[in-house]
């Protein structure tokens, strides 16, 4: 009951091998497949096998791998119908691996399988000196290599307040807050401005598995029951998908290198590692006890559902007052964070206590900066074309 | 140098590794090292509390206390703490799977401590200073359920 | 853009911590004493903290004594059968079974002056709720090398409760022809075991056969195990065995319940650890199972049983603090070391270590998994765990992970066209149908399932051609094997042979050349 290395013949039927083959003794095994190298590749069976697959352990040649992890891809957008041709889709692009592989293989399927599609690529600048500017080069550069027409949106622009300035306000500690809030509402105003009909972003099959364990343990069951959903869409915000939800996360870097794509790496210089652990930690640690846990968990995620008596409960989705983006409450989360920045408040809106403590101190004053109104679709502005269209 | 007797009880198949033996009468010095350092034991085989037997009243089970002060110059003292005693025990006592006991400074997640009947929680974990003649229950929750 | 890299940035990762205890030291019950022990951020005294426990284990588990609700606000408490109660030796089961002991089984009941019982008769501890109760321990020191025999150790540790039946099961059982006999009262000679591949290790395929030749139980349980590719793998079908054991048992023995020691963080842990192993379509029967009568095939015998585990609102702290200030005996768990690694033993250090730091963590994992229910119907059980079965796993499998490709273009128009059921060919049926498609998506995974890590072999116990399966692994004859849906649909699943992949696509393929 040992750990047993794969058999690269795994899971493959092998009529081919008699059973007189068959060993009884596993060290005898062992011994036969350390002389058998070099391995040839458990799907095509003819290439040398050059990498071990992380998802299913299966030695494979580098077209193998390169075929598999697009088809797979592939087969995702087809199942869940992510797109209708025609369809203007922004891929989120930060830079780093995830976004970079998505535009290389977006842009290959789109081609291999005629989807129609019309490509942009969409970048948020939060304002990190050292940080988002490198990466926002790499993203120039894609936009040359793919052809792509690019969109960079500015935390400086739409909320007036850089990164920088918040963690200048505020410290360290709870800017991870700010930024995810602020993030997920520019992409939706880029989008908005790209007048695209949907946005796809990079998170894959480790982001996915992290989120439903991080959602059973805060106990967020509105998050828990959309979180591996594929396509989700709010009253009249863009579509968003993910189409690598079922790609590993080592798969993506294995895919990046063997394409020598250009990426960008670096660790943001505010993410207070502090932090780092619980979930992340626990899932990297359940891959290596048995690598199909990524995978499983996600099929736990999909396989249920919130109690019909629950999801009755549930609070209606509505608009934000001050900037009409989608929100639980009367005001967005990006809005109530703004707003305590702009009040000075900035470290007391996090929770909820301290934001009926903002509350308390009276009604937000009229010269205060607020999130321009949000309306989708908007008519496109300054969007940035490669060089050789303009 | 004075001296604290504390009285140790070790349950939940916690007693497991300490020798199989539940209860441990424990003398300390009232001062000592405030980084924990575990002093060699002096003269080094001369004591074996493990085989001492803990009866009641508890006598003193670890030998002639040693003054863990002595020879440390100018090392920082603290009054006895529970904090102390937890090294102690791991140094002294505890004869096999010392990360089953403790993790860092504190316990391993999952046992239970109470000082005189109570939750260390309430009394500053392991930071509560230590009386004479105090109880002090380590109970494993992991050995099973 | 997926993110900026820091698994925090999205707010749906931050936890917030709180203080242990922000009200004072005083008991918040009693607002008198000052506290004894600290339970997710609430102070209580030791006076008012036993009664507490007594109260969340009567909560948990009076609602499910009576075989339905009933009208009446407060019914009398009157269950259909026996009770059996699941000993593991360990905390949780040795609190549960004092619990259940004092609450419904210990002696007569008190009296007032007057010689009526005191409390009137409806309170539970003067109703003979179960007419009986055993405690049902399942030896497993046949499964790990070097593990010693404790089921007296286990007999002796309960003598302090007078009148309880003990009924000792071996792990084993679960592959001995005669204790099945026994359980189903029907003569069955057959075992069926699954082919392994020349690894020895099952293979994709999972194809069953009949047994050749006959082990003795605690030689076909080593070969079952041995053949597992995991120790996560290990872990799961062990719990499966016990489990099942003691459902079996309680069935016989005319039990109305089954009672588990699970402590609200014994069950956080299993939840996750569920959730980890792709368990999301059963995690309701991680909280409450009802098993109806006839479920297993040949069992004639018992009405319904219902599975419940009375402690779940009470952490693994309380069942500490109130096993030891009421002085029972905890004979600890037979040590599991090698059965509690992998995932089940990974999940079980991460929540207690999250325990400590979050202390409301566990509870959450309970209430946030109460709320869930599985998506789409069920298409029967699986013939291993007895957990319901979800449709279309081999799909969904063959979809997210491609595995084989012989040919590239068969695969590229394979994914180009939407994957179509196909139905059983009349001549399979002769043979034994692969196991795959009978088999819950955890078990699929726990049989076929393999480790990225190095091997360290130990030499294996027993090496056996092929790989013997538990005793209530049975065919059903083919009406029974077609699983039909609520609504009447019928959902026949098999794999496609290469072959029949190619045969079905023919229309779309080009010649080869």
């Known amino acids: 009951m040992d750990e047993s290395d794969e058999d690269p013949k795994t899971g493959l039927r092998t009529p081919e091998n008699p059973s007189s083959l068959r060993l009884h003794d596993r060290s005898h095994l062992d011994h036969t497949v350390l002389v058998m190298a070099p391995m040839s590749c458990a799907l095509c069976q003819n290439a040398k096998a050059i990498l071990k697959r992380p998802k299913t352990g299966q030695q494979i040649c580098k077209e193998c791998f390169f075929f598999v992890f697009e088809t797979e891809v592939h087969n995702t957008i087809i199942q869940a119908h992510l797109f209708e041709p025609g369809d203007r889709v922004a891929i989120g692009a930060s830079g780093g691996k995830d976004s970079t592989v998505l535009a290389y293989v977006m842009k290959t399927l789109n081609e291999r399988y005629n989807y129609g599609l019309e490509l942009f690529l969409l970048s948020i600048d939060e304002g990190i000196t050292g940080y988002r500017d490198d990466s926002l080069e790499t993203v120039k550069r894609n936009q040359q290599q793919y052809n792509m027409p690019l969109k960079i949106l500015s935390y400086e622009e739409l909320y007036g307040w850089t990164m920088d300035a918040i963690v200048a306000e505020i410290g360290k500690k709870n800017n991870c807050t700010f930024c995810g809030v602020f993030r997920r509402q520019a992409l939706d105003r880029g989008a908005s401005a790209l007048e695209v009909d949907h946005i796809v972003t990079g998170h894959n099959a480790d982001d996915i598995a992290e989120t439903v364990l991080m959602n059973i343990m805060r106990g967020d069951i509105a998050r828990l029951g959309r979180c591996t959903q594929i396509c989700t869409r709010g009253e009249d915000t863009i579509k968003r998908s993910k189409p690598f939800k079922y790609a590993y996360e080592k798969e993506i870097v294995m895919y990046a290198y063997f394409k020598k794509l250009d990426y960008f790496s670096t660790e943001c210089i505010y993410s207070p590692d502090a932090y780092r652990g619980h979930a992340r930690t626990f899932l990297k640690d359940l891959e290596a006890a048995r690598p199909s846990a990524i995978i499983d968990i996600i099929h736990s995620g999909e396989a249920f559902e919130l109690r019909e008596d629950i999801k009755a409960t549930q609070k209606q989705q509505q608009t934000c007052k001050r900037c009409g983006y989608m929100s639980s409450n009367d005001l967005c989360k990006a809005c109530t964070l703004l707003e305590g920045l702009e009040r000075g408040m900035a470290g007391s809106v996090i929770t909820d206590r301290a934001r009926k403590k903002l509350d308390a101190m009276g009604p937000a004053p009229d010269n205060l900066r607020t999130i321009p109104h949000f309306q989708s679709p908007r008519p496109a502005v300054s969007i940035q074309s490669p060089s050789q269209e303009s | ?145 | 853009m997926a993110s900026c890299g820091n698994p925090i940035a999205d707010d749906s990762a931050l936890m917030l911590s709180r203080p242990r205890f922000d009200k004072g030291k005083h008991c918040v019950k009693c607002k008198l004493n000052l506290g004894n022990i600290v339970i997710r951020h609430a102070v209580y005294c030791r006076d008012c903290f036993t009664p507490l426990v007594i109260v969340k284990f009567r909560r948990a588990l009076e609602p499910h004594v009576n075989a339905n609700a009933g009208t009446s606000k407060r019914p009398k408490l009157k269950a259909s059968g026996s009770l059996v109660l699941g000993f593991s030796g360990g905390l949780g089961s040795a609190v549960l079974l004092d619990l259940v002991y004092k609450s419904y089984f210990a002696g007569r009941p008190p009296t007032d002056e007057n010689g009526d019982p005191r409390g009137g008769i409806n309170h539970p501890r003067n109703v003979s709720v179960w007419t009986s109760c055993a405690v049902c321990y399942v030896e497993v020191s046949s499964a790990i090398p070097e593990a010693h025999e404790r089921t007296e150790e286990m007999r002796s540790a309960l003598a302090s409760y007078p009148n309880l039946k003990f009924i000792p099961l071996r792990l084993e059982d679960a592959f001995d022809e005669s204790w099945w006999c026994r359980m189903t009262g029907n003569p069955d000679m057959s075992q069926l075991t699954l082919e392994l591949g020349k690894d020895g290790l099952p293979t994709e395929g999972l194809n069953l056969a009949h047994s050749s030749n006959t082990l003795s139980p605690k030689d076909a349980l080593r070969a079952f195990l041995t053949a597992l590719p995991t120790p996560t793998a290990v872990s799961r079908a062990i719990q499966v065995l016990i489990r099942l054991l003691m459902f079996f048992t309680a069935q016989f023995h005319g039990a109305s319940h089954l009672v588990l020691g699970s402590s609200l963080t014994t069950l956080a842990v299993s939840l996750v650890s569920c959730v980890a192993q792709g368990g999301g379509h059963a995690i309701r029967e991680e909280f409450q199972e009802e098993w109806p009568p006839g479920l297993s095939p040949g069992v004639e015998r018992g009405g319904s049983v219902r599975v419940v585990r009375p402690l779940r609102d009470v952490t693994m702290k309380e069942c500490a603090a109130f096993a030891w200030w009421n002085g029972i005996r905890v004979p600890g768990r037979p040590r599991l070391t090698r059965v509690i690694t992998g995932i089940p033993g990974l999940t079980k250090d991460f929540v207690v270590r999250l325990e400590k730091d979050y202390p409301s963590t566990v509870s959450t994992i309970a209430r946030t998994c109460a709320k869930l229910e599985p998506k789409g119907t069920s298409v029967g059980e699986c013939w291993f765990c007895y957990s319901h079965l979800q449709g279309g796993l081999a799909d969904w499998k063959a979809r997210i992970s491609i595995r084989s490709h012989p040919n590239l273009k068969v695969v590229e128009r394979l994914a180009s066209s939407s994957p179509a059921d196909s139905s059983v060919h009349p001549d399979q049926t002769s043979r034994l149908p692969p196991l795959d498609t009978h088999l819950c998506y955890s078990c699929i995974t726990m049989f076929t399932s393999r480790s990225s890590r190095k091997s360290s072999f130990a030499p294996p116990l027993i090496h056996h051609q092929d790989m013997p399966l538990p005793r209530w692994v049975k065919p059903q004859d083919a009406e029974e094997a077609i699983p039909v849906s609520k609504n009447g649909e019928l959902w026949v699943r098999s794999r496609q042979s290469e072959k029949e992949c190619r045969e079905s696509i023919a229309d779309f393929l080009l010649p080869d050349n």
Not at chain 2, 30 to 55: G, H, K, Q, R, Y
Not at chain 2, 60 to 86: F, H, R, S, T, W
Request: charged share 25%; aromatic share 6%.
């Open chain 2, 1 to 145: 140098m004075s001296t604290i007797t504390v009285k140790v009880e070790f349950g939940g198949g916690l007693e497991l590794l300490f020798g199989n033996k539940r209860v441990h009468s424990i003398s300390l010095p009232s001062f000592v090292p405030a980084d924990n350092t575990i002093a060699p034991s002096s003269p080094p085989n001369s004591e074996t509390p493990l085989l001492a037997e803990s009866d009641d009243p508890p006598l003193p089970a670890n030998g002639p206390i040693p003054d863990p002060m002595k020879g440390l110059g100018e090392m920082k003292a603290k009054p006895l703490d529970v904090q102390y005693l937890m090294h102690y025990l791991r140094s002294r006592l505890l004869t096999e799977r010392p990360e089953l006991f403790m993790d860092g400074d504190t316990v391993r997640p999952g046992v239970l401590v109470l000082i005189n009947d109570t939750d260390w929680e309430l009394e500053g974990e392991g930071t509560y200073e230590i009386s004479d003649g105090d109880e002090i229950v380590f109970i494993s929750t992991l050995h099973g359920g």
